[in-house]
């Protein structure tokens, strides 16, 4: 049972744009939901996180938003470059357990 | 500081035979996970150690499947027999913390192909 979900396998978005990634989870005892980026022959590095109990946390060109409610989340890169073209991974763990659930990935170019 | 090594890098095997990969963690981190990806599927959670205890091995696809971290230092997962349903790309992570929302640093992964 796949409990983190990105239902967009691509994205395709031009340099300068907004890249929106989504991501959609089933279960309400998550705590802590990260976004990992990978490129092509490496392993996922770690990009930005965010708590249950936050809204919205922002580093740089990097936004996640959480909504609850919904149970979904968003990555927004603004601007967003040809280096951030990678796949990207919604990740979602609990408070006192770190072991993580991902989804599929979304496959992110940005085309200069 | 040395990141997440693994080893090795490719694998091809035949169905039925044995292949043992291997984790190196950042020095000092307790945490030691393993993973696995499917191609084009997500990152699938097969277990979980601290030190050289199981901390959670609620992901391990069946007992083909044994993994080890003896010393609490590297570890090791043996895939004994393999099958066809076996491949795919096994990623190591290592992080220093158990709480929740920690960073867990990732290996290049050992991809591994049974024919």
């Known amino acids: 049972d796949q409990q983190v979900k990105q239902n967009s396998p691509s994205l395709s978005v031009q340099e300068g744009r907004i890249s929106i990634l989504n991501c959609d989870y089933t279960n309400s005892m998550f705590d802590y939901f990260l976004w990992y980026k990978k490129y092509p022959a490496e392993g996922p590095t770690f990009l930005i996180s965010i708590s249950s109990i936050k809204d919205k946390n922002e580093d740089g060109r990097f936004t996640v938003f959480l909504n609850k409610s919904a149970k979904h989340l968003s990555l927004h890169i603004v601007p967003s470059q040809p280096g951030d073209s990678a796949v990207y991974f919604c990740a979602a763990s609990g408070i006192n357990n770190n072991d993580m659930r991902f989804g599929a990935g979304t496959r992110l170019t940005v085309k200069p | ?115």
């Not at chain 2, 084009?40 to 609620?58: A, N, R, T, W």
């Not at chain 2, 929302?101 to 290996?107: D, K, L, P, R, T």
Request: glycine content about 12%; aromatic content about 10%; hydrophobic content about 30%.
């Open chain 2, 1 to 115: 500081e040395a990141g997440v090594t693994q080893f090795p890098s490719h694998s091809v095997i035949e169905k039925g035979q044995t292949v043992t990969l291997r984790c190196d963690p950042i020095s000092g981190h307790d945490n030691l996970y393993w993973y696995r990806r499917v191609m084009g599927k997500e990152i699938k959670f097969l277990l979980h150690f601290v030190k050289e205890s199981k901390q959670d091995e609620s992901g391990m696809p069946n007992n083909r499947f044994l993994a080890e971290r003896t010393g609490g230092t590297y570890s090791t997962l043996k895939v004994q027999p393999a099958e066809l349903e076996d491949s795919g790309v096994y990623f190591c992570a290592s992080s220093q913390g158990l709480a929740g929302g920690q960073e867990q640093f990732f290996g290049p992964g050992t991809r591994l192909t049974v024919l």
